[in-house]
């Protein structure tokens, strides 16, 4: 079965400072898609960042990035100069077959002023 | 602009009562999802849809039901409210990849 596993329950970051979310998973499928959501405190889930597996740079979204690790099945998050706004929920997800959706168990992330 | 949405945010109602939790998205997207979700905890697969008159269940056993009609709606149904359906339910969408989530509904069954 394909499970994703997300080891951090909390974090917490001081304001401006620099933050990494970790996130492992387990498949057999050579192609998949990995992404990272964040959910605020009582907001709608968005999604932060997205990364093809076929693709070895790692993607970036402004202050968000991943270091995608194909061969040791990792997917952590960067978030660089941590803002008050980054406080939420944070799940790792996987897709293969573009059908099943995996969810780590999420990691929630305080950033303190 | 092409969102995804859902009705009511929230709902208290009384164990019993039948109920419809309605999710439409305007982002033409064929794959169709609900999502069962305890304040602040992981994600559970309650049914899915990959177009009109497809639906499958989820990984999580539940009591709720749904269909497909139209492309752009996927409504949830719980004929008899109980307590242990107190949760939020979240409604997401697909095309190609990736998920985009509606709001949530936040259900309180007393």
């Known amino acids: 079965a394909q499970t994703v596993t997300q080891s951090q329950p909390e974090m917490s970051v001081q304001e401006a400072e620099t933050v990494t979310l970790s996130c492992t998973y387990d498949?057999?499928?050579?192609?998949?898609?990995l992404f990272w959501y964040k959910q605020p405190p009582s907001r709608q889930m968005i999604l932060v960042i997205r990364q093809e597996a076929y693709k070895q740079q790692n993607a970036t979204e402004n202050r968000f990035s991943v270091n995608f690790q194909k061969a040791a099945k990792s997917f952590s998050l960067k978030i660089s100069d941590s803002q008050l706004g980054d406080t939420a929920m944070y799940f790792c997800?996987?897709?293969?077959?573009?059908?099943?959706?995996?969810f780590g168990a999420g990691t929630r992330l305080t950033v303190k002023p | 602009e092409a969102d995804i949405y859902q009705t009511p945010r929230y709902l208290v109602i009384g164990t019993g009562k039948k109920i419809t939790l309605e999710c439409s998205q305007t982002?033409?997207?064929?794959?169709m999802y609900w999502y069962q979700q305890d304040p602040g905890m992981e994600l559970h697969l309650i049914h899915y849809s990959y177009g009109v008159n497809s639906t499958e269940k989820g990984d999580l056993s539940s009591e709720s039901t749904v269909s497909r009609i139209r492309t752009e709606h996927f409504p949830l149904t719980l004929e008899s409210a109980r307590p242990s359906h107190t949760s939020q339910y979240l409604c997401a969408s697909s095309g190609a990849d990736t998920q985009y989530f509606g709001p949530g509904t936040r259900l309180t069954v007393l």
């Open positions: 498949t057999s499928e050579n192609n998949y898609y």
């Open positions: 982002m033409g997207h064929d794959k």
């Open positions: 997800a996987s897709l293969y077959n573009n059908n099943d959706m995996r």
